[in-house]
């Protein structure tokens, strides 16, 4: 006949107790995997996300690029087309029938259409409310005819290139009746 091995109650104990532990342990490694997984799982999701963000705005910065590419050039030829304005104005003085203002005016003409083919817009700016997002005070004036706030004259005309601002008018602004 066969013998049994005889085991003491507390060695039984002591068994359970140990798979009840390598269980436990095999639960804790599960959920701790699982945890890792799920962090991973973030990580790469707003990695892809970060990386599409990163992509539009690379794609908006190049349109940007190319729709004001022609800036600095235009900035430069704005200065040009105030002195010659200024040489069109000395050539009225001498009439203007004369023949030096006649192609003066021509080429200016030709030169504000060139200008607003590429999307360059003149700011209107006498007689307007005086808006610090398109005009610079350079001065005041006390004025009994225009209201306080509204541009008396340009002494510089300012420009838009498509929705951006190129340059501001240089204004003077109306500081209302003369105070006395």
């Given amino acids: 006949m066969k013998k049994n091995p005889v085991t003491h109650p507390d060695e039984a104990e002591r068994e359970n107790a140990s798979a009840t532990r390598d269980q436990a342990n095999g639960q804790d490694e599960i959920t701790a995997i699982q945890a890792d997984l799920d962090r991973f799982r973030d990580l790469a999701m707003r990695t892809q996300a970060d990386f599409e963000n990163y992509k539009k ?44 203002y006649s192609g003066m005016s021509l080429v200016s003409k030709q030169l504000q259409d060139f200008l607003a083919e590429n999307g360059l817009q003149p700011i209107e700016a006498v007689g307007q409310k005086f808006d610090p997002n398109f005009h610079e005070a350079i001065g005041h004036e006390p004025s009994a005819d225009v209201p306080e706030d509204i541009v008396i004259r340009q002494t510089r005309r300012g420009y838009r290139f498509k929705d951006r601002l190129l340059r501001p008018s240089a204004v003077v602004v109306s500081s209302g009746p003369a105070n006395k």
Avoid: M, Q
């Avoid at 794609?59 to 004001?68: F, G, L, P, S």
């Avoid at 430069?76 to 023949?99: M, N, Q, W, Y």
């Fill in 57 to 100: 705005r690379s794609a908006r910065e190049k349109d940007d690029a190319i729709k004001y590419a022609n800036k600095s050039l235009l900035e430069k030829l704005v200065s040009i087309v105030d002195h010659f304005e200024l040489g069109l104005e000395a050539a009225r003085d001498e009439g203007e029938t004369s023949p030096v």
